[in-house]
Each structure stands twice: as C-alpha cells, then as structure tokens.
C-alpha cells in the first residue's frame, strides 16, 4: 500500500517512516503542510498518518482542503496530549481514526492496518448510478465525469446508498454505517447528512420513503 506520512518533527518523523515501510508498505514524507497538501491532492494514497501542528498550514486545513476537493483517502491524525478539541475539530474535518502524542508505534500500524483493511472490504470498482459515480479504490464520488467534494460522512453515505441503489435503507442503517463504533449515535442527524448529500447530487436521486428511509435512484428514471 502507498502511505503518506506528514510529520514535521524529524525524529518522529524518521520513526515513523522506518515503521511504516517495515510494515511493507510504500512511504511518501512530507514535513510542512503545503508540501502534504500538495502531494495528498496530486497523487493517490492508500491512507494518510497526518500530523497536526505543522508549518506553514496546520493540519487541519490540510485535511479541509483535501475533502473539500473530494480527496476520500482514509486519515489517521496524530493529535497532542490531552486535547480533546483537537480531536473533535480533527473529526469533524474528516479524519477517520486518530491517535494522540506520545503513542507506541504499535498501536499507529495496527490503526493504520484497521484503516486500510476497511479501505479493502469497499475496494471492488467502481459502482454508477446513473450521472453518478463511485470509485471506490480511490475513495472518489464524480458526477458525470466530473469530482464531487463530498466530507467522509457524505462518502460514506452516498457509499452505501449505492452498493445498494434501489433500496430503501432505514436511518438506523445509515447510522450504523456511519458511526460503527459510536453507541451514542442518533438517526436524527442522518437526516441533516441526507439533506446535504441530496443537495450535491443530480436532483431526485435520494428518494424519501416516508416512514421507512431512503433509497438510491437514476435520477429522472421512473421508479
Ligand atoms: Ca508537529
């Protein structure tokens, strides 16, 4: 797998390196956040080991920024001691794992190994719903050949509703998708990411059935 480390600290950054590699994988560095930028939104990564405090643009605009372009790459943060914000805003930005200062370089590979391997369960092709389309090796949404920013909570979504288009899926499905390991999570707010997922896509595609859920369709096709 090819994996990006961002990491300004050069010991830690060498350690991180030499860990990632000798778990077989292909290791990409970068040390300042728009050299990370840059290589995050040219060139395809399996998963990212994201740094926050970083030079020159913090990490969290760096993560902003890739989702906003419907970079989809899986991301692990590295976050420090103690600071639950971080974690949260880091969530929020679209991280989907992360890890706080100091940590044993165990526990990195085996959320990195976790991360990828949810990566592979999905990694099949690429799966069309009329305009729209799914590549799901590269974690990009494209509505008529052209990208679509999605946050990782839409890709998730709009991920499911078309591995199963055409069937109307409960907002407790959508939920346990979603947030796998959140027992706190509420099917209310699936609503809140329908609605703005339905707002990116070719009009009529999410379909509401009132009391059931929600389904994928050809937008303009009869149902
Ligand atoms: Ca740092």
Redesign the pocket.
């Known amino acids: 797998m090819r994996i990006l480390v961002v990491?300004?600290?050069p010991t830690l950054a060498a350690q991180l390196v030499q860990a990632v590699a000798g778990a077989g994988h292909t290791v990409e560095q970068a040390g300042d956040g728009v050299q990370a930028h840059y290589l995050g939104e040219v060139e395809d990564f399996d998963a990212v080991v994201l740094?926050l405090?970083?030079p020159l643009l913090d990490g969290l605009s760096v993560l902003r920024r890739w989702r906003a372009a419907g970079r989809n790459m899986p991301v692990l943060i590295l976050t420090a001691r103690g600071s639950w914000q971080e974690k949260v805003a880091g969530m929020d930005a679209g991280a989907d794992d992360y890890l706080a200062k100091p940590f044993h370089m165990e526990e990195l590979l085996a959320r990195l190994r976790a991360l990828l391997r949810r990566r592979g369960e999905h990694a099949s092709a690429e799966w069309r719903c009329g305009a729209i389309s799914l590549d799901t090796r590269q974690a990009r949404a494209l509505v008529d050949g052209q990208p679509l920013p999605l946050t990782s909570h839409e890709f998730k979504l709009l991920s499911l509703l078309m591995q199963r288009k055409g069937e109307v899926l409960s907002r407790t499905e959508l939920a346990e998708h979603i947030y796998p390991q959140d027992s706190e999570r509420d099917s209310n707010t699936i609503e809140v990411f329908v609605g703005r997922l339905r707002k990116k896509l070719p009009g009529g595609s999410i379909e509401t059935v009132r009391g059931l859920g929600y389904r994928l369709v050809e937008a303009g096709a009869a149902v």
């Open positions: 990491e300004d600290q740094d405090g970083l």
